[in-house]
């Protein structure tokens, strides 16, 4: 099947998934069943089972999934069998606090490059990178290689910087910018906003209690 004829929404949650299953890992656990991812995730067993048949048949009536190959099937339609450079634009708060995030490294993903336009960060040590200048972006990213990319600028930088990424062949972005970015469709774009998703919270909560 094309991958374009999958519903997003199935792909967004194959992470979830590989992620449960892993955790069943560390518990010395080897089978489970829709029913169990199902009630750990909140899904139902029955989207669970819709979206993995998307991909092939992976479980056995009556004895379910076995964990190991699963995950690993999981993996590899996620194109996570394989290390993945990642540039990171931004050697701010948010830029820092990202290269000091361990899971990264431990789930494939490497910051590559640290790039920033301010003239006293570009030059300095940041861990294990140098805060290179933002105007060498295109060529440091076609010469390493590098397909994904995150943006932790302000929000007036941020469609700039997804420019000069998407144009240097950049094809996956994570972004941290409070601004919707206008990107070819090839182009796979991730929000991460923390004030929406308070927002989009706030809304449930009793005012009677506050």
């Known amino acids: 099947m094309n991958p374009l004829e999958i519903p997003e929404i199935v792909i967004k949650r194959l992470p979830l998934y590989l ?4 955790l069943m890992a560390d518990e ?19 989207q669970i089972r819709k ?16 964990i ?16 993945w450079k990642v540039a990171l634009v931004g050697a701010g708060e948010v830029g820092h606090a990202l290269l000091r995030f361990i899971e990264f490294e431990d ?12 003239p006293q960060k570009i030059g300095r040590r940041v861990g294990k990178l140098t805060v290179l200048d933002i105007a060498t972006l295109p060529e440091v990213i076609r ?4 397909r994904v990319a995150i943006i932790a600028v302000a929000a007036c930088e941020a469609q700039g910087v997804a420019d000069a990424l998407s144009h240097a062949g950049v094809g996956a972005i994570l972004t941290y910018a409070p601004i919707m970015l206008r990107l070819p469709p090839h182009v796979r774009v991730s929000y991460l906003d ?17």
Not at 107 to 118: E, Y
Not at 143 to 146: A, D, E, Q, Y
């Open 28 to 46: 010395g656990q080897v089978v489970t069943s829709s029913q169990e991812l199902g009630g750990r995730l909140g899904i139902s067993s029955t």
């Open 68 to 83: 190991d190959f699963l995950r690993g099937q999981l993996r590899g339609i996620l194109q996570l069998d394989r290390p």
């Open 194 to 210: 923390p004030v929406v998703g308070l927002q989009s919270m706030t809304y449930y909560l009793d005012p009677s209690r506050v």
């Open 107 to 118: 789930r494939g993903f490497t910051i590559a490059a640290l790039f920033d336009s301010d």
């Open 51 to 66: 979206d993995l048949s998307y991909f092939g048949e992976f479980g056995k009536q009556g004895t379910g999934y076995e």
């Open 19 to 22: 992620r449960t299953l892993e």
């Open 143 to 146: 010469r390493r290689g590098i």
